[in-house]
């Protein structure tokens, strides 16, 4: 008896966020504090999180050379690419927003939700704000593009 990729597909979406979430932990992302003193390069800079980052960079660069050697996902029909890959203003001020955001918070996405585990405070605050930003961004683009930009369609690699 085999499993529904449905299933499979949960399972090891699962598996693959508690990993990320306790790697973030492992790691301090989620103390605001820490990520905060990284960011604060002209301060007292901490600068323990560039081992965190090369090692995502390195891990990330050798597994998504080996995964897309693949004609498919494992537990998909094909890979989920954007629509488009130009750098257009969307993408500026959205990144711009991002990132004055988690230098406010010290926290981006991730670390936020892997600190509910924690209780911590700044979170329980953040996460309707990042729910409330995301919703607002779906909402603006049905009017912007007739299929959203976060739809992605199969591209060949």
């Given at each position: 008896m085999s499993l529904p990729n449905s299933v499979l597909r949960g399972a090891s979406s699962l598996v693959a966020?508690?990993?990320?979430?306790?790697?973030l932990a492992v790691a301090q992302m989620t103390d605001p504090t820490k990520v905060l003193d990284f960011l604060d390069v002209t301060g007292a800079w901490d600068a323990?999180?560039?081992?965190?980052?090369?090692?995502?960079?390195?891990?990330?660069?050798?597994f998504f050379c080996w995964v897309l050697r693949k004609s498919t996902p494992v537990l998909d029909?094909?890979?989920?690419?954007?629509?488009?890959?130009?750098i257009?203003?969307?993408?500026?001020?959205?990144?711009?927003?991002?990132?004055?955001?988690?230098?406010?918070a010290g926290y981006c996405p991730g670390?936020?939700?892997?600190?509910?585990?924690?209780?911590?405070?700044?979170?329980?605050?953040?996460?309707?704000a990042l729910?409330?930003?995301a919703a607002l961004q779906r909402w603006i683009d049905q009017f912007d593009h007739p299929r959203a930009a976060w739809q992605t369609t199969s591209l060949d690699v």
């Open positions: 966020g508690v990993i990320f979430g306790v790697g323990s999180l560039l081992f965190v980052l090369g090692g995502a960079v390195v891990f990330s660069a050798v029909e094909h890979f989920h690419w954007p629509k488009s890959a130009a257009d203003a969307r993408l500026i001020c959205g990144s711009a927003i991002f990132g004055v955001g988690w230098g406010i670390p936020a939700i892997a600190s509910l585990g924690f209780a911590n405070p700044e979170a329980l605050w953040l996460m309707p729910l409330v930003g």
